[in-house]
């Protein structure tokens, strides 16, 4: 095991930092993520929907932050799936409980997706 110095970056370089970190995530879940690949996917269809509709500015971003939120939750989801595989690949039932859990949120964030764009297109 190596020794780190961890180096409390301020301003701007702490940004840098911390954009190259997200961007390495969203490079990682694009590249081996079968959930996120599909969600994205369909965030990318849908997305040049909306902006071809002709609905006000606010129900478009409405819409578009909907379908953030299914990302969004799909990076929770496989942030806590990544750290319980690390723990250890034993069985325990507080692992699969973490993931049905982290999971179910993924569900919930679909479902308020659908619910918007049911109000904002067809309501």
Request: avoid cysteine.
């Amino acid at each position: 095991m190596s020794n780190k110095t961890v180096i409390k970056r301020q301003g701007l370089m702490r940004l840098i930092f911390t954009l190259s970190h997200s961007f390495n995530g969203l490079k990682w879940m694009s590249r081996f993520e079968a959930a996120f690949q599909q969600e994205l996917a369909l965030f990318s269809l849908l997305g040049v929907f909306v902006w071809l509709q002709e609905i006000a500015l606010s129900d478009k971003l409405l819409l578009i932050a909907s379908l953030l939120f299914v990302l969004f939750a799909e990076l929770v989801n496989t942030a806590v799936e990544v750290v319980v595989d690390r723990i250890g690949s034993e069985y325990h039932e507080l692992s699969g409980l973490a993931k049905d859990i982290a999971s179910a949120s993924v569900f919930i964030a679909m479902l308020i997706a659908a619910l918007i764009w049911w109000a904002v297109l067809w309501a």
